[in-house]
């Protein structure tokens, strides 16, 4: 592993080997072939595959360059996964290829869920895809996200709950409230989560009894808003380019539906 830059992953590697792409002294190799070095081994791609369904979708791109891009993902649909409607089977047809000699097909290295918008970074390149993943896991990349919370909170903390049992935070500030007939008031909350833990900003959010407006999973009995889609969105992603070393910070308006609670 690590030879061939058009394999990025180990299971890319696997892929090639069941495929019968890779040649070790001339013989196909399997995952049992042993490599003691000196070996002469040759990766053989077929040039004409078949042509994979494209799923289209407009995307709106908010940052691209020959390394790394930025998209806004529309709530409603998954960031990968096995599903053709992907926001990872739309990024082709809506990023530019780029010019690299370790240019692969556009992945991203993040997720949102799957009623989440906002900002997913995406790897253009096998060795941005591993290095963007890399900057993930260390917290090298700064989110900030916008939600709109129930009930009257507190006007800034963190919240430092376990989930799944391994340690998580996120800070918050109130940055507006509203009343509300219904909810009694309503904020909009910036929060900086500084771990990445499933439903993370969801299930903090609960646990302080100020749950996010429109989550059905992590809800109040009584005050869950229908048919509006939930209330949470990536805004911000800052970060040093792993390439260009520049500073590179990249924003995501707000919703429209933000701005009809708060006058935005």
Known sequence: ???????????????????RYITVNGIHATTAT????????VLSIPQKNIPKRQFILPLKVLFEDDYLAAIHKPAGIE???NKFR??????????????????????PVHRLD?????????????????????????????????AVTIGKMRSNGAVTTEIDGKPSR????VMKSVPSERFGT??????????????????????????????????IEGLVLKGKGLYLHAHALEFEHPFTKKTIKITDVLPEKFGMIFLL
Do not use: C, W
């Open 1 to 19: 592993m690590g030879i061939f830059k058009a394999l990025p992953t180990k299971s890319a590697l696997k892929k090639a080997l069941k495929k």
């Open 34 to 41: 042993i490599i003691s070095g000196g070996e002469h081994i």
């Open 79 to 81: 960031v990968s996964g």
């Open 86 to 107: 992907t926001i990872a089977n739309a990024l082709p047809q809506n990023l530019q290829p780029s010019s690299l000699s370790d240019a692969v097909t556009p992945q």
């Open 114 to 146: 799957y009623a989440t918008t906002g900002i997913v970074l995406v790897g253009k390149t096998s060795s941005s895809i591993r290095v963007l993943n890399k900057m993930f896991e260390d917290k090298l990349i700064s989110k900030t996200y916008y």
């Open 170 to 173: 996120s800070d918050y500030n």
């Open 186 to 219: 309503l904020n909009l909350v910036e929060l900086r989560p500084k771990t990445g833990r499933r439903h993370q900003l969801r299930k903090h959010l609960h646990g302080l009894g100020h749950p996010i407006l429109g989550d059905k999973d992590y809800a």
